[in-house]
């Protein structure tokens, strides 16, 4: 099986930075697109940025210009670089794969929709 495992968040001033990292563990062939979401509390999950397995980016209107994702395929691992970030970014930030490849024994398997543990983003005032 494959897991994904974030790392970066924590607790930082209005203005700050902050750099999310998500590897995927396990033999892995292919990773097609990796995305970041988020989720503040009372609220839904939202789409923050993804990347495609080719490098294209798209980003939520609220963090554009502020937020740059990024991915090493030889490191399976997907990046978010969170610069100026205000308190409506407090969020549990999440890591999700669309489809990915990969060997058990030699044999390919998919998985689809695939979601990091979530890792807690908090900026105070």
């Known amino acids: 099986q494959v897991q994904l495992v974030e790392s970066g968040g924590g607790l930082v001033q209005t203005g700050g930075s902050l750099r999310l990292s998500c590897s995927a563990s396990?033999?892995?062939?292919?990773?097609?697109?990796m995305a970041w979401y988020r989720q503040a509390p009372g609220k839904q999950r939202e789409l923050v940025a993804h990347?495609?397995?080719?490098?294209?980016?798209m980003y939520a209107d609220s963090v554009k210009g502020r937020f740059t994702i990024s991915r090493d395929n030889a490191k399976n691992t997907v990046y978010l670089q969170m610069n100026s970030l205000k308190p409506e970014d407090t969020a549990v930030y999440y890591c999700?794969?669309?489809?990915?490849?990969?060997?058990?024994?030699?044999?390919?398997?998919?998985?689809?929709?695939?979601w990091g543990q979530g890792t807690q983003v908090t900026v105070s005032l």
């Open positions: 396990g033999r892995i062939f292919s990773i097609n697109v």
């Open positions: 990347v495609t397995a080719d490098g294209s980016t």
């Open positions: 999700n794969v669309d489809r990915l490849v990969f060997y058990t024994a030699s044999i390919p398997q998919e998985m689809y929709d695939v």
